[in-house]
């Protein structure tokens, strides 16, 4: 098990790692960061709107699946977006430097850390 602090800091240890954040999607509330680049909190505000419209739509379909992660692609970053399986109103946000990072690797740690965190 781990804690806040300790998973936001093993996610901005991943090559290329920029920053990394927890937000609770119910608020837009940034629960905890790690790293810099970026204004946490106005991304945290702005990506609640992507997990919302996205959860919104999965019940809209009548699916019944989860959504283990968002991937958003920049000239210059990869943003990886992961609801928590335990709390899928809560999300790990991950920014990475696309020239200098692994995506692969990136969102098997994101995915290893949701397995490990609790709140």
């Known amino acids: 098990m781990s804690n806040i602090t300790e998973s936001l800091e093993s996610l901005t240890g991943i090559d290329g790692a ?4 927890l937000v609770d999607s119910s608020s837009g509330m940034v629960l905890g960061t790690a790293g810099s680049g970026l204004d946490l909190d106005v991304a945290a505000a702005g990506n609640t709107e992507v997990v919302r419209a996205k959860l919104r739509t ?8 989860q959504i283990e992660d968002i991937l958003i692609t920049l000239s210059s970053q990869y ?4 609801p928590l399986a335990s709390t899928p109103e809560v999300f790990l946000y991950l920014v990475l430097d696309r020239a200098k990072s692994n995506l692969a690797l990136a ?11 609790t709140l």
């Open 107 to 117: 969102r098997l740690k994101v995915k290893d850390i949701d397995t490990h965190l």
């Open 58 to 65: 999965v019940k809209s379909l009548g699916l019944d699946e």
């Open 79 to 82: 943003h990886i977006i992961r």
């Open 18 to 21: 920029m920053c990394a954040a």
